[in-house]
């Protein structure tokens, strides 16, 4: 049973590679042109992606209509489409293809002001637009160690862990050993790349506001800051209209995320993702149940 599944797993990593590599061999129009009839298929069906797209962006957006609510779901799954299409080109186009994509950078000097303090520097980076791009474009910048998570398919552990760390990025392990890194690499001044809204297990995180509504929210970034003193920015790869490329726009973080109260800085941490949310609220990966566990009016965010 367990060689039977290792088959399977080992099956659907090369199904998923194979399908990179040909999605690679597009250019960025057409690949975003497939990323569309996904999002279309997405949108016309009714699937999981499609049920919490649509969940999230009804309670985020109470100010929004109905009719105005229909048309941010329907171009939440077109970005999330054009997201999965341009994986191929991240992974497998070379590093400086792919970082040609990029026609600007705004709010560099954020960075640069933090990285001029001699201080340890968190990256925040949402899941927003492309971030995989992020990883890459940072790690031009200077060595850095980004936080990662094994895949649900095993068996693809050993390409993703390749193709991003090509650049001689550090992938750091969620665990206890991999906290610990982090902490020394941020007392050495060094930089850190973390995804601040994905939803921690365990006691790894607190209810903080999220566009107005209680999501379990990772205490790790509250505790680096206190042990390391260090810096923190965020950096996000924004989709530009018309297959353009993408555009990196670096924004400091909430002053609030400093504070020694470990609520007040983890309230600002989600206040410093929506701030990145604001100016292209559809690219935000709104199909995630960020509220997993939380319960509005006695019932469950999510049905399943």
């Known amino acids: 049973m367990i060689i039977k599944m290792l088959k399977m797993d080992t099956f659907k990593a090369k199904l998923v590679i194979g399908l990179l590599k040909l999605l690679a061999m597009l250019n960025l129009k057409n690949a975003q042109r497939i990323g569309y009839l996904i999002g279309r298929v997405l949108w016309m069906g009714d699937s999981r ?11 985020c957006f109470p100010e929004l209509s109905t009719a105005e609510q229909q048309v941010m779901i329907k171009q939440s799954l077109i970005e999330t489409g054009k997201l999965f299409a341009e994986f ?43 971030w995989e791009m992020v990883g890459l474009y940072l790690s031009t910048l200077k060595p850095m160690a980004a936080l990662y998570k094994p895949p649900k398919i095993k068996a693809l552990e050993t390409y993703m862990s390749e193709v991003r760390g090509r650049h001689g990025s550090e992938l750091v392990p969620t665990n206890k050993r991999g906290v610990i890194r982090l902490f020394s690499i941020l007392s050495n001044n060094g930089m850190v790349g973390i995804l601040p809204d994905q939803v921690p297990g365990g006691n790894g995180g607190i209810n903080a506001p999220f566009m107005g509504v209680p999501a379990n929210t990772i205490k790790l970034v509250a505790r680096l800051i206190d042990r390391t003193e260090c810096e923190v920015v965020s950096l996000c790869a924004e989709r ?63 049905k399943k």
Not at 49 to 59: A, C, G, Q, R, W
Not at 109 to 130: C, M, Q, R, T, Y
Not at 277 to 298: A, L, M
């Open 240 to 302: 530009l209209p018309n297959a353009e490329g993408f555009e990196m726009i670096f924004r400091p973080a909430d002053p609030e995320i400093y504070s020694d109260d470990i609520e007040r800085s983890v309230a600002a941490l989600n206040r410093s993702v929506e701030s990145c949310i604001e100016s292209n609220p559809e690219q935000y990966q709104w199909e995630y149940k960020r509220f997993k566990g939380v319960s509005i009016d006695g019932e469950k965010v999510y």
């Open 49 to 59: 992606s499609t049920k919490v797209t649509k969940d999230n962006i009804e309670l």
């Open 88 to 130: 191929g080109i991240v992974w497998e186009w070379p590093s400086e293809k792919t970082l040609g994509l990029i026609q600007s950078v705004k709010g560099k000097e954020h960075f640069d002001n933090s990285i001029a303090k001699g201080k340890g520097l968190i990256v925040l980076a949402p899941h927003h637009g492309n």
